[in-house]
């Protein structure tokens, strides 16, 4: 399979120069204390890491910060660019690789893999799926760790009926229209944005996005089939044990044997 090239149909390229601030309320130090945390109980201490999906990079820069040897994977141009700005502006090292998960190929393993913000969701089947978990599978040392969250679209979006909804911020206003198909487990979002560059005068973006909705007994069961064993799937940001009815879940996925 061919990656996709980068144009203006991969989600958040339209986005890139905004997407920090449409993203401002995130925190990032957090996401990297409970990887810790979960490392810690799976008593591991990795090394070397590579945050997968890791769009403007704000995912990947705690982790520099914190010692590890760093990695980001990406498959917009547009948004690396900005990570690899926020990179040089921070004084730290971290390589930045412009590639699709269903064809990841590294220079080089790493101990830890993370992927956050829905990244494998928006995976629309599960045979790509199942190709990605095993690329990911590949990049990783022997005993190597996969943590990544799965959001579950079709718990948050019980109207089938379509939504809409719209938020204000400093010069900026975010309209997004969503829906979801029931018959497809697909959820689907047009996501609009004015941007006011100055008094009077407005800079629109609109992207499309689509996520899947997968079922945490059918990723277990690709990753085991990928190569992973499955230590533990957490509702998102706690240690108790997730299950089909969180709309949020976190994975920790250990490499195995080869698939």
Known sequence: MKPAKPDQSIPYSAFAEIYDRLMCSVDYEAWADYVEQLLAKANKKPKTLVDLACGTGSS????????????????????????????????????????????????????????????????????????????????????????????????????????????????????????????????SARLTVFQEVKPGLFRKYVEEHREKDYTPELVKDLLGKAGFIVPGIYASFSLERGSSSDQKLTFLAEKGSEP
Do not use: H
């Not at 040897?69 to 948004?79: F, I, K, N, P, Y």
């Open 60 to 187: 990947t820069l705690p982790f520099a910060r914190r010692g590890y040897r760093t990695a980001g994977v990406d498959l917009s141009a547009e948004m690396l660019s900005q990570a690899r700005q926020k990179t040089a502006q921070n004084n730290l090292q971290v390589e930045f690789f412009q590639q699709d998960l269903r064809c990841l190929n590294l220079p080089g393993r790493f101990d830890l893999a993370v992927l956050f913000q829905d990244g494998l969701n928006y995976i629309l089947n599960k045979e790509e799926l199942f190709l990605a978990l095993g690329k990911i599978n590949a990049v990783l040392n022997d005993g190597g760790l996969f943590i990544f969250d799965l959001t579950r679209p079709g718990l948050r979006c019980a109207n089938q009926n379509g939504s809409c909804c719209c938020a204000e911020m400093e010069e900026l206003t975010l309209i997004m229209e969503s829906y979801f198909a029931g018959e497809e487990d697909l959820w």
